[in-house]
C-alpha cells in the first residue's frame, strides 16, 4: 500500500483529474438516467401492456456487455464515437432499467386505499401522483438509483477503453504495463467512491422510509439538482483541463503509450499546439474508427497492420510495396501515413529461454515439432486477425492438442514465463523479452509482413496545422529498434514513469 500512497502523491493532480471525470459520468448519466426512468416508470405503472415491449429491451440492454456495448457505438453519428459522449450514453442505458422497475414496484405498492382517499378529496390524477404517490414510492425509486449510480461506478472504469477518461485509466494503463501498483491506483478510488455512493444513497433511502414526506421529496430533489451541479462542474473543469487543439491517441499496451506520449510531447514541444492525450484506447478497431470519424489527429499504426487489418488487404512481405499501398490506401479516406519512425515491430513467437536452450530451438519450424504437446497462448488481436494465428498455423504446420488461450497480449509474457502457456506471440521489441527471459523464434518461412511503426494523421489537421507536420516529421527514422526495446524496458521491467521516459528520450531528438 505504501507504493500506492506514493503513487497518489507523486500524481495527485492527474488523480484530482480522472476522479472529477469519473465523477461527472456516472453523476450525469445517472441524473439523466432519473430524468428519463422514473417519468418512464410511471407511464409503464400506467399502461404494462404497452410498456411491455420497452421493459424487454432495457432488459436486452443489461445483458449486453459494456465493452461489447461501447464497440457497437462507436460507428453510430451523433451518439457514438470515441470519448465522454458515447460513455455517457451506454451509462444512461444501464441505468434506466434498475430506476424503471423500482418505480413500478414503489406505485405499484401503494395501497388502493390511499388512492381512493385522494380521489375523494377531490385531487386530480396529476395532484394524486404528485403530492400522494410519488412521495410514497420515493424510497423504492432511490433504491433503484443507488443500484444504477452503483453500476455506473464500475462500468466507467471500461469507459477508459474507448478514451472516456476517469479512474479506468490508472486500470488499463497498469494492465498493459503488468504493474499492480498502478491497477490498484485506480481500483481503490474506484471502489471507495462506489462505496461512498451507495452508502449516502443507502442513507437517502432510509430517511424517505422513516418519513415519507413531502418535505423529504423536496430534499431529494435538491440534493440530485447538487449531484447534478457538481457534475456538470467537474466534467466541465476536466474537459476545460483536457482541452486542446490536436487529439493524440494510441492502443492499449506499453508500447503505444509510449508512442502515444512521444507524439504527443514532441507536438508540444516543437509543434507549438496544445495536445489532448486520448491513450489507451481498445485497440485497433477503436483507434482506426476514432481517426477517421475525427475523435483522434493522429496515432502511430504498424504498416502490417495497416495492410491487414484496417484495409483488409492481401498479406505482403515486401517492406517499400507494403508501405508505399498503405499510404495510398490511407490518402483514399482522408488520412496521411508519414515516413516510418525507423524499427519494425513485427510479431516474433516466443517461447522460454531455457525451452529455447534446452530443445535447442532457433526457428518457427523447430517450435512446430514441439508443438503437439504444448500449451499456445495468444493476444485478442492476433487470434482473429488475418496475418495472425490461422495463417501461421497453416504455414508451420503448428498442431497444439488444444485452442489456444486467448488472453490480454501483456499478460501473454507474463503467462509465458510463469509455465501456463509455452508458446506465444510477441513484439519483436517489447521489453519483457528481455526482462523474462523469454527467446524470440526466427520466422524462418518469412510469414509476417512488415509492420514499419509510422505516425498517421488526418490530412486536414497537418494542412492546418504545418508545424505540427514538421514536428511529426522530425521523428522519422530516429526511433531504432534498440531505442523501442530499452523504452519498452524501462516501462515494463523497471516500471518508470512513462512521460518521464519519453523526455529523457526526447532530449537526445533535436
Known amino acids: 500500500m505504501s507504493r500506492v500512497f506514493s503513487f497518489w502523491i507523486a500524481h495527485r493532480v ?5 476522479l472529477g471525470q469519473h465523477v461527472m459520468l456516472v453523476g450525469a448519466s445517472t441524473v439523466v438516467a432519473v430524468a428519463m426512468g422514473v417519468p418512464l416508470g410511471i407511464f409503464s405503472a400506467r399502461r404494462p401492456r404497452l410498456a411491455a415491449p420497452l421493459m424487454a429491451a432495457a432488459s436486452i440492454v443489461q445483458t449486453v456487455p459494456s465493452l461489447a456495448m461501447f464497440g457497437f457505438l462507436l460507428p453510430v453519428p451523433l451518439v457514438g ?3 465522454a459522449r458515447a460513455a455517457l450514453v451506454v451509462l444512461i442505458l444501464y441505468g434506466l432499467l434498475p430506476i424503471v422497475r423500482t418505480t413500478i414496484a414503489g406505485l405499484r405498492g401503494i395501497d388502493p386505499a390511499i388512492r381512493e382517499a ?7 390524477p396529476l395532484e394524486l401522483l404528485r403530492q400522494v404517490e410519488l412521495p410514497l414510492a420515493l424510497p423504492s425509486i432511490v433504491a433503484g438509483v443507488r443500484v444504477a449510480a452503483v453500476v455506473g461506478v464500475g462500468s466507467a472504469t471500461i469507459a477508459a477503453a474507448i478514451g472516456a477518461g476517469g479512474l479506468g485509466e490508472y486500470i488499463y494503463r497498469g494492465l498493459s504495463m503488468v504493474d499492480t501498483t498502478v491497477i490498484l491506483a485506480g481500483a481503490i478510488p474506484a471502489a471507495l467512491l462506489a462505496l461512498a455512493v451507495d452508502g449516502t444513497l443507502l442513507w437517502v433511502e432510509r430517511q424517505l422510509s422513516a418519513r415519507r414526506r413531502s418535505r423529504s421529496w423536496r430534499a431529494a430533489a435538491a440534493a440530485a439538482a447538487v449531484v447534478a451541479g457538481l457534475a456538470l462542474l467537474t466534467g466541465g473543469v476536466a474537459a476545460r483541463r483536457s482541452s486542446g487543439a490536436i ?11 509510449v508512442l502515444g506520449e512521444l507524439v504527443a510531447q514532441i507536438i508540444e514541444r516543437d509543434g507549438g499546439v496544445p495536445v489532448n492525450r ?4 481498445g485497440g485497433t478497431l477503436i483507434c482506426d474508427r476514432a481517426l477517421l470519424s475525427g475523435d483522434l489527429d493522429v496515432y502511430v499504426e504498424y504498416t502490417g497492420t495497416a495492410l491487414t487489418a484496417v484495409f483488409h488487404e492481401p498479406i505482403a512481405t515486401d517492406e517499400a510495396a507494403v508501405f508505399d499501398t498503405v499510404r495510398m490506401l ?20 516466443l517461447v522460454r529461454g531455457a525451452d529455447a536452450r534446452a530443445l535447442h530451438l532457433r526457428t518457427i519450424d523447430d517450435a512446430a515439432r514441439e508443438s503437439a504437446h504444448w500449451r499456445a497462448g495468444f493476444g485478442y488481436e492476433f487470434v482473429e486477425r488475418p ?8 504455414a508451420y504446420r503448428l498442431q497444439f492438442p488444444d485452442a489456444p488461450r486467448v488472453m490480454d497480449l501483456t499478460l501473454s509474457y507474463r503467462a509465458l514465463a510463469a509455465g501456463q502457456v509455452d508458446l506465444i506471440a510477441g513484439d519483436a521489441t517489447a521489453g519483457l523479452i528481455k526482462g523474462l527471459d523469454l527467446a524470440p523464434l526466427e520466422d524462418n518461412r518469412h510469414y509476417f509482413p512488415p509492420y514499419d511503426a509510422a505516425a498517421v494523421a488526418r490530412a486536414e489537421t497537418l494542412l492546418r496545422y504545418p ?15 534498440a531505442d523501442m526495446r530499452a523504452l519498452n524496458y524501462a516501462a515494463d521491467v523497471e516500471h518508470r514513469d512513462i512521460p518521464g521516459i519519453v523526455s529523457q528520450f526526447l532530449a537526445r531528438v533535436r
Open 467 to 481: 508545424r505540427v507536420r514538421a514536428a511529426l516529421e522530425r521523428l522519422s527514422g530516429r526511433v531504432s529498434a
Open 81 to 83: 464515437g470515441v470519448g
Open 14 to 18: 492527474e488523480l484530482a483529474g480522472l
Open 118 to 124: 385522494g380521489v375523494a378529496m377531490g385531487m386530480t
Open 278 to 281: 486520448r491513450l489507451n484506447l
Open 330 to 349: 490511407y490518402a483514399k479516406t482522408g488520412r496521411t501515413l508519414l515516413a516510418p519512425l525507423g524499427f519494425n515491430n513485427t510479431f516474433t513467437i
Open 247 to 257: 487529439i493524440v491517441g494510441s492502443k492499449n499496451f506499453t508500447e503505444q503509450l
Open 387 to 394: 496475418d495472425g494465428y490461422p495463417g501461421l498455423a497453416k
